[in-house]
């Protein structure tokens, strides 16, 4: 499987204060990502990620270390014709509508004619933009920015997409919406680098991940084999019994109204409480098996550093 992009021990430090001072932010940082896959890059605020991107993209330079996209070296103009980018905090000419932003930003990639109109067209359409096409920028809101921020980064049908926190701003139906497109380029063959701090989304849509913390890997792989199939507990919800029934079966989590939430962390305990419950004339409500998330893997490693 081809590598669409590499990075090989890649450092940078920055000066900071009045008397500066050296900071080390990315510490050998080594990671690949292949052809037609969504790899995930995940870590906390100030993990170094969005430097990271700014060193595959040369906006910033890296002090040591090498980077590769789609085999060129990332210094090489050529490497980056075909990469689009949506950055965590874009700038907007706010007094465009999102058509005129969209058509200005065709007319620098060369798009002209009815090609223009189409794609453009299209690219609305697929960020659920159409109805705002023809309003101001100052008067969207942040998550609406963020898929017009999609639509430009799109505009040159890019091979790899490098997303920097794109879920930030959106509400829950906005960010399934921007889940769907990102998982509709994937189909489309092509290659997606998303960086985010949202667990739950990397868990999600991303085939591979890598997870940095100050500066440096601490894992990466395929979620498959970083994630354990192994049950921690099973939570029972039952309704019309107290909490007290169950303390010498499991953990009682929370109480409402008349439910509880039990935690049962031994298996063979599991038929004891189905038999409780229908002896006290009781009902269980749901019974989920909890198996070992992204969220878990990522705490436990942020708190053995």
């Not at 932003?101 to 002209?112: E, I, K, M, Q, V």
């Amino acid at each position: 499987m081809a590598k669409v992009l590499e990075l090989e021990q890649v450092y940078k430090a920055y000066r900071f204060g009045f008397i500066p001072k050296k900071k080390q932010i990315l510490k050998g940082v080594s990671f690949y990502v292949n052809e037609g896959e969504i790899f995930g890059y995940l870590g906390p605020n100030g993990a170094g990620k969005t430097t990271t991107i700014k060193c595959i993209l040369n906006l910033i330079f890296p002090d040591a270390g090498r980077i590769t996209i789609f085999g060129e070296d990332s210094l090489k103009p050529k490497a980056r014709q075909r990469v689009g980018f949506l950055p965590e905090n874009p700038y907007f000419y706010d007094y465009l509508t999102g058509r005129e932003f969209l058509t200005f930003y065709a007319d620098l990639l060369g798009l002209h004619g009815q090609s223009k109109i189409e794609k453009i067209a299209y690219l609305l359409r697929l960020v659920g933009m159409e109805r705002a096409a023809d309003l101001q920028l100052r008067k969207y809101s942040r998550g609406m920015l963020q898929r017009i921020g999609l639509a430009q980064a799109l505009l040159n049908d890019p091979a790899l997409v490098i997303l920097d926190e794109p879920m930030g701003g959106l509400d829950p139906i906005g960010r399934k919406e921007f889940r769907d497109i990102i998982v509709n380029l994937k189909k489309e063959g092509k290659t997606v680098f998303l960086s985010s701090h949202i667990l739950q989304d990397i868990e999600m849509i991303c085939d591979r991940v890598a997870i940095i913390l100050a500066g440096e890997i601490i894992n990466q792989g395929y979620l498959g084999d970083l994630i354990s199939e192994k049950v921690l507990y099973t939570e029972v919800t039952i309704a019309g019994l107290p909490a007290a029934e169950f303390n010498h079966l499991g953990e009682s989590v929370s109480t409402s109204g008349n439910r509880v939430l039990l935690k049962v962390y031994e298996e063979s305990k599991i038929d004891q409480v189905i038999s409780l419950v229908q002896q006290k004339k009781g009902k269980i409500i749901s019974l989920m098996p909890r198996t070992e998330t992204l969220e878990d893997i990522f705490v436990n490693m942020v708190k053995n550093q």
